[in-house]
């Protein structure tokens, strides 16, 4: 027979009173609460049944176990008056108790409470189970009783201290991957124990207890279906299970997998730590050994951990500064790691690792000092304390970019300077630097070019030009503009013409693209670099990172670092969030044969990428990158070249300062290098060929732009006072300028006396020129004594007549000369300079000797000549009084007058003026003038073009450091600009999310709830509870704050628009089903819902999981409604009417659906209407017309044996439409949408 519930739970309960004996601690109040009220029934029941009772005083009282029980009218149990802490009747009755709670009786009943969270409130709030039986008084005159309670059984939770009942909602795949998962779920406690079980279909389940939101869970197959089912239990209540399914992906090949961990972590949680910021090679210390980049300051680093304990389920990093804790947070598992550039082209799918943890460690934090703590799920720590992190400076760089064109317009084909925001944060993550300032100058167009010999070209140049040719491309791209704006900006102001030479202060370097016209034509330059220059065709691709390598001091195929290979490891993107995979994805998977390396193919199936200075690769590689990811010893390289220039700080003394690797820290740098007034300001470059001398041709070139440079205090053309200048007749002197220092002296008999020059007549009549001193009464030159004329056998001394010679000034222009006689004629003077007083005097030099004419000698009797190798001689020079300038007239009336060289700085060639102004108002004329004893010369002189195209400017970029990726993410292209987006038509949020994520995001959309980055460049997803819009923004600034509620932009956030914009939320005519269904089902089906909620669901939805989920309501008059959640977990009242409001957007009632089906179904013309309302088209389009062209998404109707079926246009010129019934209706041409 059947057995009755309750008599069986009594007959069971009966049975095991032996177990009520022990305690079982591990009940939870509610179940506690739930086998008290069971108890009491039992001992009910047996009152009932009589069994045990018996009469007294006119009461029934049943005996169980030894103990009294009083039952009241309803046969319940009522409990004595308990004495102390005699509790025996109580526990005998709930015996599953331990000492850890107690009981308090009240009106036959009693409250259980435990001692440590228990709590009871004076309004009855509170932590305890209660049990107070009914109770009744006596009959009233009228039959009724005078007073009576019900009984009373509640186990209340209201404020259990700091309890609370448990509770999780929103089971959910953070991210899987082909060998590990993590699981994440909101709202568990802290003192919740909550367990999971994963079990693989014909496997036993595995078992996970006291795990937390955010469980990693590794070593899984791939490609297979596991089931995850959660359960949680605290000291209150459990609650029903969840279960969730996933499928790991398919197998991955690990490219750090196999390498050997080195433990840089002190404590029991052991493993390697890297700093990917760069490269992934990047260790806390020992990358001087290696050769790897050191860490760099101020620049956001992804932090790697590879724990030598696999089964780690769950890592926290304690970020610390000068040992004060900033944060803790927890690490992305293996399952979450970034992916990599890998295109999708069908091949073995790449992963960095398949074990290591990662966490990206703001740029703020990495500077000494910084130190971390990390702790696993078992609480085992692992120490890398600040000592431990060797940092390799803060460098900065700064690339000027200018494209020119000499006796041609320029190319126009910079890309740097068109994409220069989004390429110079690409190149930002292949150099180790913490910060980067790209900036650009105007288009420099030359129609006359002036070379430093004198050369003019306004046609062609007179020499053939080639890619690393060109008498006009060393001396005008490199040496005038690329050297001469490197100079500039450290305030030197004139050089050599052709001179190239680098004056490296801090790290600034121009690279210039370059085209001139030639006798064969006009050639393209480029493929050099070096020297703070680069000449570039391309400025993506090798051409740009080999180019660059050569500045930073890299040469040809550097020995093993020519090739990457498996200990070279990936690059990092912090931009894209990708790694950069140092495989070949698309070549052929050959074996590197260079730079002393043999290097086989990664896993079989990919060759390793070359060095940008071992023939490279191409741009776009990979899915992100335009540029070489050098090998990390190379980079070290670059580092070390990075670190030896100065970072301009106006708050040193000296405008320096340096990184000292020993200290770890900066130091103001020691030189004389000129200070600049303003840095980095908007300027004007100004540039000129001239010579001094005014022998060769001089030109002021036209302006160049920029607005990122240094001004300095420049010097001004002195006011000069005129001195006699060169040899000086002394009848023509004033008796005042004798007595000058003018004069240029020589050594006679160890004593200094002036020079003069005579001329002197033998007593054969023959005449010449001597170089003496004068004599010490001023009367006389003399030649010195022990140098005589031979004249017919005799010596003859050789002196002036009285006053009767000229004095040599030390003022004049460049060597001195003289005239011995007319056949030897004007040659360069020399004086002779040596110890004692038997070899003196002046002569003239040659090639070879300082000498005299034939017949000339010394007392010795031997020719006066002295051989110039044997050195005590010299050639006397003269101080040029000779000024250079060039003056700068501006918009506003005031003018500049900059001093440049005054004397050729190489004899052989022109000078070259090059500085900075502040470039603000504009130049109207530059004069380039000198100025000497004869007066001004103007060597040229340009009117200047007033309609610069400064607007035009790009620049400045600023990469790294506070500046994060600013500017790249300000030129982002706002929704309603996107052409790819707007060729779409978006009919679900879901599908509009995933274009948004893949094409801003790197495959990411930030929600603030379950997914929240904080890196400039996230993309964020915002519900605005004002406008009731889906708005999306990229994160400008780490220090973002409350997104903007007006559909606009602001500090922190760019906003790019709106969903509303662009899906449509009204069915799609062509996709709702159209057949006699019921409309909750007809709904559930096109939003593809498992079901429809009810408003008491409202708060159980969450991001990442039941986002817009649909919900179904009732009105007052019967009539079902329909609404989509915008904001999950939010609860308020659905509208009154049937309209959307900030929350919920109205999606229709059961009769304006069933009219609008009807509607479709009836009327061919609706119907179309309704296709051409949703995908925003004015009509039809007619197949064949304007020649079979059309506009993409137009829609065409094609009639097919009686039907009506529609297509998309996808490709503007197209053919006939693929027939419906094929298996697939779609072709290059057309979409097919679906039929009437």
Wanted: proline share 4%; glycine share 8%.
């Amino acid at each position: 027979m059947k057995k009755n519930t309750l008599a069986w739970l009594i007959s069971s309960l009966l049975g095991s009173t032996a177990a009520f004996a022990n305690a079982n601690h591990d009940l939870t109040l509610v179940e506690i609460g739930n086998q008290t009220f069971e108890r009491i029934e039992m001992l009910k029941q047996l009152a009932d049944k009589g069994q045990d009772t018996y009469q007294r005083d006119g009461k029934t009282y049943l005996n169980f176990q030894g103990h009294e029980y009083w039952v009241n009218f309803d046969n319940y149990p009522k409990f004595p008056f308990m004495f102390g802490e005699q509790d025996q009747a109580y526990r005998n009755v709930v015996d599953f108790v331990g000492p850890e709670w107690e009981f308090i009786w009240y009106n036959g009943g009693f409250y259980l409470i435990h001692k440590e969270f228990g709590v009871m409130n004076p309004d009855d709030t509170g932590c305890y189970v209660e049990y107070i039986p009914a109770a009744r008084g006596s009959k009233g005159p009228n039959g009724e009783y005078i007073w009576q309670s019900d009984m009373i059984q509640n186990i209340e939770t209201s404020d259990c201290d700091d309890l609370s009942a448990p509770s999780i909602n929103a089971l959910n795949v953070a991210s899987v991957s082909d060998q590990g998962v993590q699981l994440k779920w909101a709202t568990q406690n802290a003192n919740d124990n909550v367990v999971l079980t994963l079990t693989e279909s014909g496997s036993e389940p595995v078992r996970y207890d006291n795990v937390q939101s955010g469980l990693f869970i590794g070593s899984l197959k791939p490609d297979t279906r596991y089931t995850a089912e959660l359960s949680s239990c605290n000291a209150i209540d459990c609650i029903e299970p969840q279960k969730i399914e996933f499928t790991t992906s398919a197998a991955r090949l690990g490219y750090a997998d196999e390498l050997p961990l080195v433990n840089h972590l002190n404590g029991d949680l052991t493993g390697s730590i890297h700093f990917a910021q760069t490269h992934t090679t990047t260790a806390p210390n020992q990358n001087d050994v290696n050769l790897f980049p050191d860490l760099v300051i101020d620049r956001e680093a992804l932090l790697l951990f590879t724990p030598e304990d696999k089964t780690v389920q769950q890592v926290w990093v304690e970020v610390s500064f000068e040992g004060t804790v900033i944060t803790r947070l927890p690490m992305l598992p293996p399952s979450a790691l970034a992916a990599s550039d890998q295109p999708d082209n069908g091949r073995s799918k790449v992963v960095f690792s398949h074990h290591a943890w990662s966490l990206p460690l703001q740029w703020d934090w990495m500077k000494p000092g910084l130190s971390l703590r990390l702790t696993d799920n078992t609480d085992r720590q692992g120490d890398l304390a600040a000592n431990e992190l060797v940092f390799g400076g803060a460098p900065e760089l700064i690339i000027q970019n200018i494209d020119m064109g000499m006796l041609t317009a320029p190319r126009d084909g910079n890309t740097m300077i068109k994409n220069m925001a989004k390429l110079s944060a690409d190149y930002f993550q292949k150099i180790p630097a913490s910060k980067l300032v790209m900036a650009d100058y105007t288009a420099a167009y030359f129609p006359k070019v002036t070379l430093p010999n004198g050369k003019v070209y306004t046609t062609s140049s007179d020499s053939e030009g080639g890619w690393h040719g060109g008498d006009m491309r060393e001396a005008i791209g490199k040496a005038l503009v690329s050297t001469g704006v490197n100079n500039a900006n450290v305030g030197i102001t004139d050089s050599a013409g052709y001179s190239q030479a680098y004056n490296k202060r801090f790290n600034h370097i121009t690279a210039h693209t370059n085209r001139g016209v030639y006798t064969n034509g006009i050639i393209d330059h480029g493929g050099s670099g070096g020297g703070g220059i680069v000449t570039l065709t391309a400025t993506t691709g090798n051409e740009w990172s080999h180019e660059l390598g050569h500045n930073y001091g890299l040469g040809h195929y550097p020995w093993y670092a020519s090739t990457h290979d498996l200990e070279s490891g990936w690059g990092w993107d912090a931009l894209h969030r990708r790694f950069i995979g140092n495989l070949h994805w698309t070549g052929e998977a050959t074996t590197n044969d260079v730079g002393g390396e043999v290097v086989p193919p990664f896993a079989g199936e990919f060759r390793f990428m070359r060095d940008a200075q071992a023939g490279g690769e191409a741009a776009l590689l990979g899915t992100i990158s335009h540029y070489t990811l050098e090998h990390p010893s190379q980079s070290r390289r670059v580092q070390t070249w990075l670190n030896n220039g100065f970072n301009v700080n106006l708050n040193s003394s000296t405008g320096y300062v340096r990184w000292n690797q020993e200290s770890q820290s900066y130091e103001e740098a020691q030189t004389d290098t000129p200070v600049p007034t303003a840095a980095g300001v908007p300027v004007v470059t100004m540039l000129g060929i001239y010579d001094p001398r005014n022998e060769l041709a001089s030109q002021v070139y036209p302006l160049i732009y920029s607005n990122y440079g240094n001004v300095f205090e420049l010097p001004s053309a002195p006011d000069v006072t005129y001195h006699p200048e060169g040899w000086q007749a002394v009848s023509s002197l004033s008796d005042e300028q004798i007595q000058q220092d003018l004069w240029q002296t020589m050594k006679v008999n160890n004593q200094q006396a002036r020079i003069c020059q005579f001329t002197y007549t033998a007593s054969n009549g023959e005449s010449a020129n001597f170089v003496g001193t004068v004599s010490t009464d001023m009367a006389r030159c003399e030649s010195s004594e022990d140098m005589y004329w031979n004249i017919n056998g005799q010596r003859e001394r050789m002196i002036s007549q009285d006053h009767d010679y000229s004095l040599l000034s030390k003022y004049g222009e460049g060597a001195v000369t003289y005239t011995p006689n007319t056949e030897i004629g004007e040659v360069p003077l020399c004086v002779l300079d040596k110890s004692g007083t038997s070899h003196d005097g002046a002569g003239y030099f040659t090639s070879s000797h300082c000498q005299q004419f034939s017949g000339v000698k010394h007392n010795n009797g031997a020719d006066w000549r002295y051989a110039r190798h044997q050195g005590g001689m010299h050639q006397p020079s003269m101080i040029s009084q000779r000024s250079c300038a060039v003056t700068v007239e501006r918009q506003d009336g005031s003018v500049q007058n900059i001093a440049v060289a005054s004397s050729r700085l190489n004899d052989s060639q022109s000078n070259k003026f090059h500085f900075n102004l502040e470039q603000l108002p504009l130049p109207t004329r530059v004069t380039l003038s000198c100025t000497d004893v004869n007066g001004e010369q103007v060597l040229d002189s340009l009117i200047t073009d007033q309609n610069p195209a400064i607007d035009k400017l790009v620049g400045p970029i600023f990469v790294g450091q506070e500046h994060s990726y600013k500017q790249y993410v300000d030129e982002q292209v706002m929704f309603a600009d996107n052409a790819a987006l707007n060729r779409i038509d978006f009919g679900f949020v879901a599908d509009f999310d995933k274009f948004v994520a893949d094409n801003y995001g790197a495959g990411v959309l930030n929600n603030g709830e379950t997914s929240a980055e904080r890196r400039a460049g996230a993309l964020y997803v915002y519900p605005n509870p004002v406008t009731g819009t889906r708005d999306y923004f990229l994160m400008r600034d780490i220090s973002a704050a409350d997104f903007p509620t007006n559909q606009a932009g602001n500090e922190g956030w760019k906003y790019l628009g709106s969903a509303e914009n662009h899906v449509q939320f009204g069915f799609n005519p062509l996709k709702v089903d159209r057949s006699n269904i019921d409309n909750a089902q007809r709904i559930a089906n096109y939003f593809n819902q498992p079901q429809l909620l009810t408003w008491e669901q409202a708060s159980s939805t969450a991001w990442g999981q039941s986002e817009n989920a649909i919900f179904i309501d009732t009105d007052e008059s019967g009539e079902r409604r329909y609404f989509m959640q915008k904001r999950p977990g939010v609860s308020s009242a659905l509208p009154v009417q049937n309209t959307s409001d900030a929350d919920w957007r109205f999606i229709g009632s059961d009769t304006d659906i069933e009219q609008y089906i009807a509607e479709l179904n009836s009327d061919l013309a609706k119907f179309e209407a309704e296709i051409l309302a949703w995908h925003k088209q004015d009509r039809m389009g007619v197949w064949g017309e304007n020649n079979n062209t059309g506009t993409i998404n137009d829609i065409y109707v094609y009639h097919f044996r009686g039907g009506y079926h529609y297509y998309r246009l996808i490709d503007g010129k197209y053919w006939y439409f693929p027939w419906p019934t094929e298996a697939n209706p779609n072709n290059a041409d057309w979409q097919y949408l679906g039929h009437f």
